[in-house]
């Protein structure tokens, strides 16, 4: 069992920045993969950032060189630079464990002036 609690989701204006951040707790050792999605309203939940235990990152094009997701252990942060309006969605914290997927409960990030 996996429990991923996020954190550091709120109010930006656009340009702004905020650094998310999730949490894994249970009875495991160490998780290879950690990531990030996210959910607008009215659209399916899309794939934002990945980072493995030794560092590697992945990142969907649209938050490429903006968006910089790192692992400290078993916990992984999302810092975001440059927001912009179509950031809003509410971001999950999503993990894979002994091929069973967890997701955490969501935090909203809405960028509005």
């Known amino acids: 069992q996996v429990q991923l609690v996020e954190s550091g989701g709120g109010l930006v204006q656009p340009g702004g920045s905020l650094r998310l951040s999730c949490a894994a707790s249970?009875?495991?050792?160490?998780?290879?993969?950690m990531a990030w999605y996210r959910q607008a309203p009215g659209k399916q939940r899309e794939f934002v950032a990945a980072?493995?235990?030794?560092?590697v990152t992945n990142y969907a094009d649209s938050v490429k060189g903006r968006f910089s997701a790192a692992r400290d252990k078993n916990t992984v942060h999302l810092q975001m630079n440059s927001l912009k309006p179509e950031d809003t969605a509410v971001y999950y914290c999503?993990?894979?464990?002994?091929?069973?997927?967890?997701w955490g409960q969501g935090t909203q990030v809405t960028v509005s002036s």
């Open positions: 999503y993990a894979v464990l002994l091929g069973l997927n967890y």
């Open positions: 249970g009875s495991f050792f160490s998780i290879n993969t």
């Open positions: 980072v493995t235990s030794g560092g």
